[in-house]
């Protein structure tokens, strides 16, 4: 049975950097078959797709253009894990946080495993 | 920030049929990019419901289908139970930002 196991402060500083982790068990960060993704929801925002990192024959790292200048997921083949760091973070960044897998169909990906999610408020 | 627009609610009695529908534009849906579906009990995290515009993963009951045509696509619930009362959401891919967007929702109350 395939778990993602989420970790990482709930609480973040204005204009500080927002770090979680994702840990993989019945999976490997490495697959060539699935994609590592950050998604966050909140009440104003909905939800929103932040970025992915997935393997095939070479790392790929794909983000969302809303967040592009400020975000880096990375892969942990040691630990088997990925990660998200979110720079220079505001109040408008407070949300819950979800890792998920996505599988790949057609055009276009799914997700089809998440997280329990992490809820990160942005505050001093 | 959703690309997608759904209808913010929809209620229906035990046993009845409710559609939620999910509009998109040229970029997303009617570019092709398939459409996925997802549930989301109180609580608790999406989960998977239709990938593909009509599939059902496994465990999934065949009360839930999807159909997409255009730009929009649709998720119906046939003989709707109490258990189903949820947000709704549809996912699909943008080639104008270039990445995946998510619909803006819809709540089903069972009456």
């Known amino acids: 049975q395939v778990q993602l196991e989420q970790s990482g402060p709930g609480l973040v500083e204005p204009s500080q950097t927002l770090s979680l982790t994702c840990a993989i068990s019945g999976d490997s960060v490495s697959s060539n078959s699935g994609a590592w993704n950050w998604i966050r929801q909140s009440p104003s925002r909905g939800l929103e797709w932040l970025g992915r990192?997935?393997?095939?024959?070479?790392?790929?790292?794909h983000y969302a253009v809303s967040v592009k200048s400020r975000i880096t997921i990375n892969p942990d083949t040691s630990k088997n894990q990925f990660s998200l760091q979110l720079n220079s973070v505001t109040p408008e960044d407070t949300a819950v946080y979800y890792c998920?897998?996505?599988?790949?169909w057609g055009l276009g990906w799914y997700f089809d495993l998440w997280g329990r999610g992490t809820l990160v408020t942005v505050s001093s | 920030q959703s690309v997608l627009t759904q209808p913010p609610s929809v209620s229906g009695a035990p046993g009845q049929r409710v559609t939620i529908s999910c509009t998109g534009s040229?970029?997303?849906?009617?570019?092709?990019?398939?459409v996925h579906w997802y549930q989301q009990l109180p609580g608790t995290a999406p989960k998977l419901l239709i990938y593909g515009n009509s599939n059902r993963p496994s465990g999934v009951p065949d009360r839930f289908s999807g159909s997409k045509s255009g730009t929009s696509a649709s998720l119906a619930i046939t003989g709707l139970q109490a258990e189903d009362e949820a947000d709704y959401y549809c996912q699909s891919y943008d080639n104008s930002l270039t990445g995946y967007v998510f619909g803006t929702g819809t709540k089903v109350t069972v009456l």
């Open positions: 040229t970029s997303n849906i009617g570019a092709n990019y398939d």
């Open positions: 998920v897998r996505g599988g790949e």
């Open positions: 990192t997935y393997y095939k024959s070479k790392w790929y790292h």
